[in-house]
């Protein structure tokens, strides 16, 4: 790579970084793991630089990036091992207004156990708060899916979820 795209990529890695964590985490729910896909997606850009600096959007091309890496992840097996008995670390979380901590956390508990591409679909649509034509894009499917993915993964949290806390939720 050449010197001026190299310092490029890593203006572009070093702004883009905290909203990629974010993004990881929120899939994720395991801050160890969320480091491994974030890390694991900017060493795929480093490698597709030349590509992701001709999209139209880099911002979206590597968002789609970063949750192919999570989805590819998650039907490996190993992602589904724990490498240690220790207590893991307390989640670092995104305040949501109006939610208090009992409730986002038995929602985040809940959310994990969302099949993977449907989980994918309700933090893009939800907690990043994008429309369904651009989770579309980034998920690498029609709208249609998006939507029914939507539909499966809201009955699966609201079969999950208490009926009160649930309607409590869709009044925010």
Known sequence: MRETDERRYTEYVTGA?????????????????????????????????????????????????????????QRLAWARVRLTGDAPEPARHVESPGTDVETRAVLHTALTRVPPRQRAVLVLRFLCDMPVSEVAATLGCSEGTVKSQTSQGLGR????????????????
């Open 157 to 172: 949290l609201r079969a999950l979820l208490d009926p009160q806390m649930f309607e409590t939720l869709g009044r925010r």
């Open 17 to 73: 970084l905290p909203s990629l964590r974010r993004l990881a985490h929120l899939l994720c729910k395991d801050p160890h793991r969320a480091d491994d896909v974030v890390q694991n997606t900017i060493t795929r850009l480093y490698v597709h630089w030349q590509r992701a600096q001709a999209a139209d959007d880099i911002d979206r091309y590597v968002r789609a990036m970063l949750v192919r890496v999570f989805l590819r992840e």
